[in-house]
């Protein structure tokens, strides 16, 4: 079965026809997605928007509306990808539990366990029962690893034979008999985001799908805040005329969507979504004081606080 998805017109995240090409190909191709982009771009909030649609388009085939995240670290190794293993309690028990008491599963490892049957003697592991089979078994499941680039190098190497093609599986160290196949009847699809703060290795971007998020234009904006916001103003449309000029300033961190999403969400609470906003240079000292204090939505320095400050203030 091809599996592919649309673009939601009730759904909050609204990817560009782009990103949603690279996902269907990811899909079809049955790689991972490798997304970069500025952060606040959407790069994590597509993970649950891939996740809300296979399991509204295909339920008999994905279970959970919702990314399964790992969230890598600079010591993330391929394996905790998959499972934790707490050798510091298992040292220390005093009660003789068996060592599958102390060994957890992680996002893809509960994903692959997901693909296959229940297996009421697996309930020795710590969180089996709790969250590999919450509703039913036999699953596919999409499973984000967020920011990539903060792991050793060594990382993305590491993934290439557990990522290469499915079937995928995985084997627990701890445990030499162990080891978990998927059933390729349901899928398990892996989005990877990167914010480019390192390079990462040859060998492992060929066997990606790539997309890079671009900033969205005006027009893509205005879709965005409205479907977030859940409401309609006259006055977005000059509020994101007027980020995108601030955006277009000598910034050291430019914002972005996310924080222009917050931002009118709290001009709005601020009653500061008026005519004032056109010609904000000319507006009288207490709209311009209220508006000042709110820039530290879409300011992260104090060099581009007092930037936008005094463009503010003329």
């Known amino acids: 079965m091809e599996i592919q998805i649309l673009r939601s017109l009730t759904d909050e995240y609204k990817p560009s026809p782009e990103l949603l090409a690279a996902i269907n190909t990811a899909l079809f191709l049955q790689r991972p997605l490798l997304l970069s982009g500025d952060p606040g771009t959407g790069k994590t909030a597509c993970a649950d928007f891939v996740a809300r649609q296979l399991s509204s388009l295909y339920p008999y085939v994905f279970l959970t509306p919702k990314a ?173 005329e007027k980020f995108t000029e601030l955006r277009n300033k000598n910034l050291v961190k430019k914002p972005a969507t996310a924080e222009l999403i917050d931002w009118i969400a709290c001009l709005q609470q601020k009653r500061l979504l008026n005519s004032n906003m056109a010609n904000w240079k000319g507006a009288d000292d207490d709209y311009k004081t209220k508006l000042i204090e709110t820039l530290g939505i879409i300011t992260k320095s104090q060099v581009d606080f007092d930037t936008v400050r005094k463009e503010i203030s003329g």
């Open 68 to 240: 399964l995240r790992f969230d890598t670290k600079s010591g993330s190794q391929s394996s905790d990808l998959f499972y934790s293993y707490d050798a510091v309690s298992h040292f220390g028990d005093k009660t003789n539990r068996s060592k599958e008491s102390f060994i957890s599963f992680n996002s893809f490892g509960i994903a692959l366990l997901g693909t296959n049957s229940f297996n009421a003697s697996l309930n020795r592991f710590m969180n089996y029962e709790k969250e590999v089979f919450t509703k039913r078994s036999c699953f596919g499941s999409v499973v984000l690893i967020d920011e990539i680039d903060k792991a050793p190098r060594d990382f993305p190497n590491d993934l290439l034979a557990e990522l290469e093609r499915p079937p995928f599986k995985f084997h627990i160290k701890e445990l030499p008999d162990f080891t978990v196949e998927q059933d390729t009847r349901f899928p398990v699809f892996t989005i990877i985001t990167s914010n480019n703060e390192k390079g990462l290795p040859d060998a492992f971007l060929r066997r990606c799908v790539f997309h890079h998020i671009r900033f969205p234009d005006t027009k893509e904006l205005l879709e965005i805040v409205k479907s977030n916001l859940k409401t309609e103003s006259p006055y977005f449309e000059t509020v994101i």
